[in-house]
């Protein structure tokens, strides 16, 4: 199964990716390539298998719910592109 | 200096024959030599590097010192490495200092080993040539026209021209190991679970693990050894008692079993490639081995299913970066989305784009169970292949790569054939087993080959014994590019 410009647009816009009418072509031709190789997958029968998430099949472990961070808001706005009075700088959201 | 292992410099620098500052300088010197040819080494910081090494200098002379103490060591720009840039070889996060360190990072500081500086990566660890970094890509010390393998491919680099005794790497498909085997080096993924992923930025969770590289598989013990270690801060990392990788070397081979599967040696290998392999096995004969053919029936379907997790993993983890917290922000943009979607376009290059693109089409509605779940159902079918051949061997052994290093550019142009240079790897990090390649000849153009060794899950003690009593019988993991001789 192809995918079509369309899925193309839709998705680049789910994962917040702009592209152009031209990238998104040349996008849609290797995905197409690449999920033909991956539809190799769809020929096994996997009816009676478990999916396998984690190669130990640990399960996620659990900590008390406890403050264990220390408190470094300076030194981590510090990293962002945009910041006032401890807060992260965006375009206005709500007129 | 430069061709002394880790154990040899230890020992230097235990009876002052040198100081830490001296090896540092050393190193420090051979990169400003040898790196504009190679780009190997991204971000150097000689006034941390000497602080560290005169700290370690210090330690040593107030008698507290272990292996590593003033051991210099390049760390993959991967690792976050507190007051270092660390850009994942990303434009996205080309300012990005690191406000804390990478539990390995810590773990190798805490053994007083000296940051020398960051390595030159793939995108994201997103390649398997080092051509998606966003700084250029790595050169192969081999020859120049030549791509090192990827993503570790700096770190690699690094190590086959001898600027530096140690690295670090991480392996989400064969990230340590196709460059190791490209480069002509060792590198070590251990079993998934051991080192901590904390502070290495994520590509695929469920795949990604740091491992060691260096010139010998009795220095991939010694820096094992450090690397490793439980750490409650990845939900993943595994609560076991420490281990001493370096307690099996040594140890006979008389009747090691090397399992040989059919699917590692078809018409897909390079031919020369094919016979070094051979070569290497009937050298492990003559050690006292004997070999059992097995099959991994399912290896076909690694490079599918991995095609699917990886991405789906990778466009769930990269959706952090949104030029709000940290890394880059556009420069124009409209309302709060448009800045998010100029942000992502201009930081990311294009393998990462596609890769972000495959994850989100595959996880998006009316899909996951099709492709993610269906993935995941594979990886066991792959991991119980694996299962099934090691109760009739006690190793795997093949080729790590079906071809040694190739030209610079010559793949780029489609994803899929790049894909496929890690059909031999890949299936070792969705089963996540311990994998290891070493040195093992030259094909006729005088290029390195690697031979992968893998193991069933947490015996990468007596892997490295096995790649240990090789190396003490074979000399191959001695040899260096004549250009960086001196």
């Known amino acids: 199964m192809a995918l079509t410009l369309d899925d193309v647009r839709r998705v680049a816009q789910l994962a917040r990716l702009r592209q152009n009418d031209a990238q998104a072509q040349a996008m849609l031709e290797e995905l197409n390539r690449i999920f033909a190789l991956i539809g190799e997958m769809q020929a096994v029968d996997t009816s009676a298998v478990a999916a396998m998430s984690h190669p130990r099949d640990v399960a996620q472990r659990l900590r008390p719910d406890r403050v264990t961070e220390t408190d470094r808001r300076d030194a981590l706005l510090a990293l962002a592109p945009l910041s006032e009075a401890g807060l992260y700088l965006v375009p206005k959201v709500i007129e | ?486």
């Not at chain 2, 031919?271 to 009937?282: F, L, Q, W």
Request: aromatic fraction near 8%; glycine fraction near 10%.
């Open chain 2, 1 to 486: 200096m430069f061709q002394l292992t880790i154990a040899e410099l230890s020992q230097r620098l235990a009876s002052r024959q040198c100081s830490s500052v001296e090896l540092a300088r050393h190193f420090l010197e051979r990169i400003a030599r040898f790196n504009a040819g190679l780009n190997a080494v991204i971000t150097l910081d000689a006034q941390r590097t000497l602080a560290a090494a005169a700290a370690a200098d210090a330690r040593i002379a107030a008698g507290k010192a272990v292996t590593l103490t003033g051991i210099p060591v390049l760390h993959k720009d991967i690792f976050c490495a507190r007051g270092w840039r660390t850009t994942c070889g990303s434009r996205m996060l080309e300012n990005f200092v690191a406000p804390y360190d990478a539990h390995v990072v810590a773990r190798l500081d805490a053994a007083g080993a000296v940051n020398l500086g960051k390595t030159n990566m793939d995108e994201f660890a997103m390649g398997s040539s080092n051509e998606s970094s966003y700084f250029g890509p790595v050169r192969n010390p081999w020859r120049a026209s030549l791509v090192p393998g990827g993503s570790s491919g700096g770190s690699a680099a690094s190590i086959a021209a001898r600027l530096a005794p140690a690295a670090t790497g991480t392996d989400t498909g064969g990230s340590i190991r196709q460059p190791a085997a490209l480069c002509g080096v060792c590198g070590l993924k251990p079993t998934y679970g051991i080192a901590s992923r904390y502070g290495m930025i994520a590509f695929a969770s469920s795949l990604d693990q740091a491992g060691p590289i260096a010139k010998s598989a009795h220095d991939l013990a010694l820096l094992l050894n450090a690397m490793v270690g439980f750490d409650a801060r990845d939900s993943t990392s595994l609560e076991r008692e420490p281990e001493d990788y370096t307690r099996a070397l040594g140890q006979p081979l008389q009747g090691l079993r090397i399992g040989l599967p059919k699917e590692f040696f078809s018409a897909g290998v390079q031919p020369d490639v094919a016979r070094a392999i051979e070569a290497a096995i009937a050298e492990y004969r003559r050690l006292g081995a004997n070999t059992v053919e097995v099959s991994l029936p399912n290896m076909g379907l690694s490079i599918p299913v991995y095609y699917v997790l990886a991405p789906a993993e990778a466009s769930s983890n990269l959706a952090r970066y949104d030029g709000v917290r940290y890394g880059h922000r556009a420069a124009e943009f409209g309302d709060l989305t448009d800045m998010y979607e100029r942000t992502r376009a201009e930081g990311f290059g294009a393998e990462v784009r596609r890769r972000i693109m495959i994850g989100t089409y595959v996880l998006s509605h009316g899909y996951y169970d099709a492709y993610y779940i269906k993935a995941q159902k594979i990886r066991r079918l792959i991991a119980a292949d694996f299962a099934a051949a090691f109760r009739r061997c006690d190793v795997i052994m093949g080729p790590t790569s079906p071809t040694t290093a190739f030209e610079l550019g010559s793949r780029t142009s489609d994803p899929v054939q790049m894909y496929l240079s890690d059909i031999y790897t890949i299936a070792v990090n969705l089963a996540g087993l311990p994998g290891l390649s070493i040195p093992a000849g030259f094909d006729a153009a005088g290029l390195p080959v690697g031979l992968q060794l893998i193991g069933d899950y947490f015996s990468e003690a007596r892997l490295l014994n096995y790649a240990h009593r090789f190396q003490g019988a074979t000399d191959w993991h001695g040899r260096m590019p004549q250009a960086f001789v001196e």
